[in-house]
């Protein structure tokens, strides 16, 4: 097991959503502030190599955690799927590069479930892969992140480079992400619902036919696993982070729905795409290999979210790509 309270930690994406949780959960080891460095999109463009370069010889790490992604919801990976696949592809690349080049001890990928074949077997499970091409409306962006599971595993075999992959299943939490367009689905509903509460709307209109189910991680159990992962795996065997649970997206509604307290009608737009049929990852090789599992019930995450957003609508942050 690595000890990481005397590490230098780079986390990329450790300001954003996920990275927040990631940062405080480092800190929960005993990880002091000045052992983490954080780089910040307007001083590293991690897609150019060069700013990659400087990356390292100003944190010199030991160990990176790379959370940093351009991602969003259907809308965003429609409009936005030669970004997605350049960006994400990019980052990985130059970053476990020079890492290597550096002689880094860990790399740390945290991958996406965008990365399952659109038909694969319900739970998900790490074996199925490679068994199909994903969901058309997410596969740049899936494809350029299950690419970077191949280069770690030949870094490995050729380098020795020692690395961890996560794949979590969607996240939801407070400080999400919650601009309509680029959303994922539950800050984007629970956004909606309460707009509509507050406007009197007597009705509210969803993409696509509701039939489509999806499986939802609370942002602090993810942020767990991948810091377990960074402490007890030295190999880039994917492990899935999730419940195990799936919902679909017409009883997710509803449900967002009565904790925001909107009683309107709620209307289905299927000319809007579903996106991939179902989604809900078997966990069994996360709980084995390393311990992990969630904690946080469905129920009482989606009640957290709501009332951080409710409580903070002044933090909501529109985002941009290119």
Known sequence: MLDLTNKKITVTGGAGFLGRFVLAALKKRGVEDANVFVPRRKDYDLTVEADVVRLYDDAKPDVVIHLAAEVGGIGANRDHPGRFFFANAAMG?????????????????????CAYPKFAPVPFKEDDLWNGFPEETNAPYGVAKKALFVMLDG???????????????????????????????????????????????????CWGTGSASREFLYVEDAAEGIVVATEKMDDPTPLNLGTGAEITIKNLVELVAKHCRFEGEIRWDATKPDGQPRRCLDTTKAKEAMGWTAQVGFEEGLRRTIAWFEANRHDIREVTYG
């Open 93 to 113: 690349m130059h970053l476990i590069e020079i890492g290597r080049q550096r002689g880094i001890q860990k790399f740390v990928q945290t991958g996406t479930v």
């Open 155 to 205: 870094y490995q075999r050729e380098y020795g480079l020692n690395s961890s992959v996560v794949v979590p299943v969607n996240l939801y939490g407070p400080h999400d992400n919650f601009d309509l367009h680029s959303s994922h689905v539950i800050p984007a509903l629970i956004r909606k619902c309460v707009e509509a509460r507050e406007n009197g709307d007597d009705h509210m209109t």
